[in-house]
């Protein structure tokens, strides 16, 4: 009889990684209460006079990695739910885009250029409080940065690092933003529409090195995110509750390649 691998391992977590599709891979941090579920639905056949089952048949095979970690990143964010994600560079600034279902506001907002003013890393909000007027709110401080006319244009003052023209008639409760970034910084965005899914990405399972029973890595080649459930502690931290379903790679044939990353000495 050929010998068979009886070593041991355990299946403490170390961390999970998300490998997206252009290669990179994003930790899903401190990873706790993770679990990896591979059931079987058994479909029992019984005969005419007997109380158990004759016989069992696997009807069909469940596979499922969930978990809780304590970070993600706005990209990974959008894996694990759909979205569109876009960056904006450092020292850059957005168009104006409308938070409202009337975009009165952001079409009357014209950015003709920057200003010596260093730029800063904040969204800067215009709200319509009459056809001619508008206030503006720093979105990381709260405060009202002023209360200004379209007739007084254009103006240097409102938004740092940008020369702005507001100019046009207001609907009132009309809103739109502008996202800027400082030198060295940069800004992540995710729009998620009504219709985003998440789509099949590769997932990554590292257990905790063991001296005695070495470290395994787990490898789904292809899995779809269950959806994540997120808890705010107050005055502490978000948690994300997280899911994911494997599937068969339909190019390799395979679920998961379970290997050993090092053998106990």
Same mark, same amino acid.
């Given at each position: 009889m050929a010998n068979v691998e009886t070593?041991?391992? !355990? /299946? !403490? *977590?170390? +961390?999970?990684? *998300?490998r997206l599709p252009d290669g990179t891979e994003e930790s899903l941090g401190a990873v706790q209460d993770a679990s990896i579920n591979n059931t079987f639905a058994l479909n029992k056949k019984y005969g005419d006079d007997s109380r158990v089952p004759l016989n069992t048949i696997v009807g069909q095979k469940d596979v499922k990695i969930t978990g809780k970690h304590a970070q993600t990143s706005l990209k990974l964010l959008n894996y694990l739910q759909g979205g569109t994600f876009t960056g904006m560079d450092t020292d850059s600034y957005s168009a104006p885009e409308s938070d409202t279902a009337d975009a009165s506001m952001k079409t009357a907002i014209t950015i003709n250029s920057t200003t010596a003013t260093p730029k800063v890393t904040d969204i800067f909000s215009f709200f319509a409080l009459s056809a001619s007027t508008y206030k503006v709110i720093q979105s990381s401080t709260g405060a009202v940065v002023g209360t200004f006319s379209t007739s007084a244009y254009p103006n240097t003052a409102i938004v740092p690092g940008l020369s702005i023209t507001v100019d046009g008639t207001l609907v009132v409760g009309s809103v739109a933003n502008i996202k800027t970034s400082a030198i060295g910084e940069s800004v992540e965005v995710r729009d998620e529409d009504k +219709?985003?899914? @998440? !789509?099949? /990405?590769? &997932?990554?399972? /590292?257990?905790? @090195?063991? @001296?005695?029973?070495?470290? /395994?890595?787990? &490898?789904?080649y292809s899995v779809r995110s269950g959806g994540i459930n997120v808890t705010l502690k107050t005055l502490e931290h978000a948690e994300f509750d997280f899911s994911f379903e494997p599937r068969v790679e339909p190019t390799l044939g395979k679920i998961s390649q379970w290997r050993t990353l090092s053998t106990p000495s």
């Amino acid at each position: 009889m050929a010998n068979v691998e009886t070593k041991k391992f !355990g /299946i !403490g *977590v170390q +961390n999970i990684f *998300v490998r997206l599709p252009d290669g990179t891979e994003e930790s899903l941090g401190a990873v706790q209460d993770a679990s990896i579920n591979n059931t079987f639905a058994l479909n029992k056949k019984y005969g005419d006079d007997s109380r158990v089952p004759l016989n069992t048949i696997v009807g069909q095979k469940d596979v499922k990695i969930t978990g809780k970690h304590a970070q993600t990143s706005l990209k990974l964010l959008n894996y694990l739910q759909g979205g569109t994600f876009t960056g904006m560079d450092t020292d850059s600034y957005s168009a104006p885009e409308s938070d409202t279902a009337d975009a009165s506001m952001k079409t009357a907002i014209t950015i003709n250029s920057t200003t010596a003013t260093p730029k800063v890393t904040d969204i800067f909000s215009f709200f319509a409080l009459s056809a001619s007027t508008y206030k503006v709110i720093q979105s990381s401080t709260g405060a009202v940065v002023g209360t200004f006319s379209t007739s007084a244009y254009p103006n240097t003052a409102i938004v740092p690092g940008l020369s702005i023209t507001v100019d046009g008639t207001l609907v009132v409760g009309s809103v739109a933003n502008i996202k800027t970034s400082a030198i060295g910084e940069s800004v992540e965005v995710r729009d998620e529409d009504k +219709n985003d899914a @998440p !789509g099949y /990405i590769a &997932l990554r399972v /590292i257990t905790e @090195p063991s @001296p005695s029973e070495g470290q /395994i890595e787990i &490898l789904y080649y292809s899995v779809r995110s269950g959806g994540i459930n997120v808890t705010l502690k107050t005055l502490e931290h978000a948690e994300f509750d997280f899911s994911f379903e494997p599937r068969v790679e339909p190019t390799l044939g395979k679920i998961s390649q379970w290997r050993t990353l090092s053998t106990p000495s």
